[in-house]
């Protein structure tokens, strides 16, 4: 069966220092992954997707980034930190599927920045 | 633009309550509808809905889609505090070779004793 694997639960991380999520897919090859971040209990906004290996399409501008070095690695970044970075971030990823597909998420990372 | 939209956004019910959720949306190439709950971290997948008038059910919970009305309700009866989450509603629409997930804000539903 296919899981998700997402770290660390919880970071708390100072202005300006660089930043490292990781999350990654077992059971599964060449999904579509996703970084989503979501602020005080409301709605997701897509940060970043990627349909493949160095493949990253983002979706607003910021301070993140993100890559794929793996078919079933992704991995959001940021050099420098900022306050508004605060929030509680989820990697998910679909099939390929040309049916519908639902996404199945990984368990968020609580991120403070202070 | 795309958009989702949920109702209410907060709901607070007494234990035993029936509780209707709605998720309106404005996509162009509409491909499917999905519901998700959320407690603490990961949202967790309830339905999906691509055609319209079926209702796919699943214990106290049951959800419909309406096309005609761009909407779908989910549906909660006899309503626990376990039931108290986050309930997210997306679309999935097609955009050239590709599809994405529309998010709605969510509805929070608190059960109370």
């Known amino acids: 069966s296919q899981t998700i694997h997402q770290w660390p639960a919880t970071l708390v991380q100072p202005v300006g220092s660089p930043l490292s999520l990781e999350c990654t897919v077992e059971?599964?090859?060449?999904?579509?992954l996703y970084w989503y971040r979501q602020a005080a209990g409301r709605g997701l906004q897509l940060l970043f997707y990627?349909?493949?290996?160095?493949?990253i399409s983002s979706e607003v501008p910021q301070n993140l980034s993100a890559s794929r070095p793996q078919d079933r690695q992704f991995i959001l970044s940021s050099k420098k930190l900022l306050l508004s970075d605060s929030g509680f971030y989820l990697c998910?990823?679909?099939?390929?599927?040309?049916?519908?597909?639902?996404?199945?998420f990984g368990q968020g990372t609580r991120l403070t920045v202070v | 633009e795309d958009k989702v939209v949920q109702s209410p956004l907060s709901l607070v019910v007494h234990e035993g309550d029936t509780v209707t959720l709605n998720c309106s949306y404005e996509v162009t190439n509409f491909r499917s509808l999905l519901w998700y709950k959320q407690e603490k971290k990961a949202p967790t997948f309830l339905f999906m809905l691509t055609s319209s008038g079926i209702e796919k059910k699943s214990g106290r919970l049951s959800s419909i889609l309406d096309k005609k009305e761009l909407s779908s309700i989910l549906n909660i009866t006899a309503t626990q505090t376990g039931d108290s989450a986050i309930y997210l509603c997306a679309v999935e629409a097609s955009a050239g070779n590709n599809r994405k997930l529309i998010w709605g804000l969510g509805t929070s539903l608190a059960v109370n004793p």
């Open positions: 990627s349909v493949g290996i160095g493949q």
């Open positions: 059971g599964t090859s060449n999904p579509n």
């Open positions: 998910a990823w679909r099939g390929r599927q040309f049916l519908n597909t639902e996404a199945f």
